[in-house]
């Protein structure tokens, strides 16, 4: 998937699809309904953009929001729930959506599942 990020930082993914890390942030982003490009790293060897994105541990999965790099796959789930993180315009329910809980039968909503 590719877009761009909330006012317009482009938001990518640095890893490889069966890493079962890099599932799990991207995974947090379809959930948050954000546009991302997958850069696929080859596994045995490091780019350049990881190298300098996680010099520490030279790992994936990292996400870059603009210029700011995130590291860890729970830390990109945790970061994609901070409020500084807002959903694609788009996706983005109004405040005055949400979900119903009245039925016109007064069950509860799962009742007649």
Not at 15 to 20: A, D, L, Q
Not at 69 to 74: A, F, G, K, R, T
Request: net charge neutral; hydrophobic share 35%.
């Amino acid at each position: 998937m590719a877009g761009a990020g909330g006012e317009g930082e482009v938001i990518k993914v640095l890893g490889g699809w069966p890493s079962p890390f890099v599932m799990r942030a991207r995974i947090a982003l379809n959930i948050k309904g954000r546009e991302y490009e997958l850069v696929e790293e080859k596994f045995g060897s490091k780019s350049e953009l990881l190298l300098k994105s996680n010099p520490v541990y030279k790992k994936i999965p990292v996400l870059l929001h603009g210029d700011r790099p995130v590291c860890e796959s729970i830390i990109i789930v945790q970061y994609t729930d901070r409020p500084s993180f807002p959903p694609t315009p788009t996706t983005a329910p109004s405040p005055a959506s949400g979900p119903s809980t009245s039925t016109t039968s007064g069950s509860l909503p799962w009742a007649e599942l």
